[in-house]
């Protein structure tokens, strides 16, 4: 009986486990979609928060970071291959001496140069990270679900153009977010970059 319940309980323990590493697998890939898409954070607050962004998009990111290191906790297997950890050294080789470079020659701040990499290069950093999450969701499936993504996301594109119409509101109430690259000419292009983000 003591056997049963031993091995009933690694069965609930390995289902629980399951569980919580594909609900953090979803929540990873819905939050870098809203990384991905640019704005798209500040637009769904505005909408849900009559105009304003309460929510930064750093929050967004340490979540991200959140979710891959509780995933990596959880799932034991969960490893980042050879290959992401060579690129990532190099990466970050990269970095700092870009950061020396910009720090010698152009006096840049830190503060600067930080808000710089951040906006850049967190998602490509991220992305390396990325194959700890490979059992449980396939490149095949991450195609296709960005595909689907950017078909509405296209449509959008075209129709501001071909209406010169913005079609979505071009600041948030509480000025945070702000799109000053909307205008060419006279002519609205497509466009989703805010001010900060």
């Given at each position: 009986?003591?056997?049963?319940?031993?091995?009933?309980?690694?069965?609930?323990?390995?289902?629980?486990?399951?569980?919580?590493?594909?609900?953090?697998?979803?929540?990873?890939?819905?939050?870098?979609?809203?990384?991905?898409?640019?704005?798209?954070?500040?637009?769904?607050?505005?909408?849900l928060f009559s105009g304003n962004v309460p929510l930064?998009?750093?929050?967004?990111?340490?979540?991200?970071?959140?979710?891959?290191?509780?995933?990596?906790?959880?799932?034991?297997?969960?490893?980042?291959?050879?290959?992401?950890?060579?690129?990532?050294?190099?990466?970050?080789?990269?970095?700092?001496?870009?950061?020396?470079?910009?720090?010698?020659?152009?006096?840049?701040?830190?503060?600067?140069?930080?808000?710089?990499?951040?906006?850049?290069?967190?998602?490509?950093?991220?992305?390396?990270?990325?194959?700890?999450?490979?059992?449980?969701?396939?490149?095949?499936?991450?195609?296709?679900?960005?595909?689907?993504?950017?078909?509405?996301?296209?449509?959008?594109?075209?129709?501001?153009?071909?209406?010169?119409?913005?079609?979505?509101?071009?600041?948030?109430?509480?000025?945070?977010?702000?799109?000053?690259?909307?205008?060419?000419?006279?002519?609205?292009?497509?466009?989703?970059?805010?001010?900060?983000?």
């Open positions: 009986m003591s056997n049963y319940n031993s091995a009933t309980n690694k069965q609930v323990k390995v289902h629980s486990r399951f569980e919580i590493k594909h609900i953090l697998t979803f929540l990873i890939l819905i939050s870098t979609l809203f990384i991905i898409i640019n704005a798209a954070l500040p637009r769904l607050e505005m909408l930064y998009s750093v929050f967004l990111k340490f979540s991200i970071i959140l979710y891959l290191v509780i995933y990596i906790i959880i799932d034991s297997r969960a490893r980042i291959d050879k290959t992401s950890i060579i690129v990532l050294t190099c990466f970050i080789c990269y970095l700092s001496l870009d950061a020396l470079i910009f720090s010698v020659t152009y006096n840049y701040s830190l503060k600067f140069r930080l808000f710089g990499y951040n906006s850049m290069y967190f998602i490509l950093i991220l992305v390396l990270f990325y194959s700890c999450i490979r059992s449980n969701v396939s490149a095949e499936f991450i195609t296709k679900y960005l595909i689907i993504i950017s078909i509405p996301l296209v449509a959008l594109g075209i129709s501001q153009t071909v209406f010169n119409n913005s079609i979505l509101s071009l600041q948030s109430s509480n000025g945070y977010f702000k799109v000053l690259a909307w205008d060419y000419y006279g002519q609205v292009r497509a466009f989703s970059a805010p001010r900060r983000f």
